[in-house]
């Protein structure tokens, strides 16, 4: 559990593989776009930090969280990558439409990563608050898009070795 003023999204590149060489597919909910943004951009420094290519980075944008997992179905389908992340950010609410949307999503990611051949990695904030929303994409917990970016190295190089 994160606790107040702990940064989550130090990494240690002497630990991470290279991401030179590797193709990277980043579907974005515009949804809460000020969230999402910020996730992109803690995303796409990471990779960039660790040797990815400008043009070896592809956006898709979709509107909301719920659709990302057919971004992400459509990326898989239509292109090459050795890693997809989805970057999306779902705020409770008053009503059921909360844990519709975040069971929909998670099962689709689950989904497409049992099925599919390329790494799908989940970047969805599934937040109580807003404030909590902000905290993890760039605020005082760090950035959950420089995490997802990690792991999606980490996993883009598992998929070349085996």
């Not at 909910?29 to 796409?44: M, R, V």
């Not at 292109?79 to 779902?90: E, L, S």
């Not at 009503?95 to 599919?116: I, P, R, Y």
Request: proline fraction near 2%.
């Amino acid at each position: 559990m994160a606790t107040a003023n702990k940064n989550l999204s130090n990494y240690d590149k002497t630990k991470i593989p290279s991401a030179k060489g590797f193709h990277f597919g980043i579907v974005v909910s515009a949804w809460n776009d000020k969230i999402t943004n910020g996730l992109y951009a803690g995303a796409e420094a990471a990779l960039l930090d660790c040797g990815a290519r400008p043009e070896n980075i592809v956006r898709w944008d979709v509107p909301g969280s719920f659709e990302l997992v057919y971004g992400a179905k459509r990326m898989m389908d239509m292109r090459h990558f050795d890693a997809i992340i989805t970057i999306g950010c779902v705020i409770k609410g008053e009503t059921m439409h909360f844990e519709f949307v975040c069971e929909g999503v998670t099962q689709g990611v689950k989904d497409l990563n049992l099925l599919g051949d390329v790494p799908v990695i989940f970047c969805v904030l599934t937040d109580n608050n807003e404030q909590q929303s902000i905290d993890r994409s760039g605020g005082a917990h760090g950035n959950k898009g420089t995490e997802a970016a990690i792991a999606a190295i980490q996993m883009a190089a598992l998929r070349r070795r085996f």
